[in-house]
């Protein structure tokens, strides 16, 4: 059997606890499950960062212009060729 840790919270006002009870309830969740996915959502990385949002930041701190990102755009579209190792 494996033993979870267990947190204690001291001193929480009622007002707090009357919130987490009651954010509890509409999510369907006992408290302990409310209090666990709050600090889950709070500790998790703020997302993955994406590759288009990232090179349209890059193109933003750039301030390319509409011409080169049309240049940027019209890449080959073509097939690459195999490689020939002889």
Do not use: Y
């Not at 006992?30 to 930041?57: F, I, M, T, Y």
């Amino acid at each position: 059997m494996l033993l979870m840790p267990v947190l204690r919270i001291d001193d929480l006002s009622d007002a707090v606890l009357d919130a987490l009870r009651q954010r509890a309830v509409r999510h369907g969740r006992s408290l302990d499950a409310e209090v666990r996915a709050l600090l889950e959502e709070a500790v998790k990385p703020q997302g993955r960062l994406k590759l288009g949002s990232l090179l349209a930041d890059i193109g933003r701190q750039a301030k390319l212009t509409d011409e080169e990102v049309t240049l940027i755009n019209q890449r080959d579209q073509s097939l690459p060729c195999p490689v020939n190792f002889e």
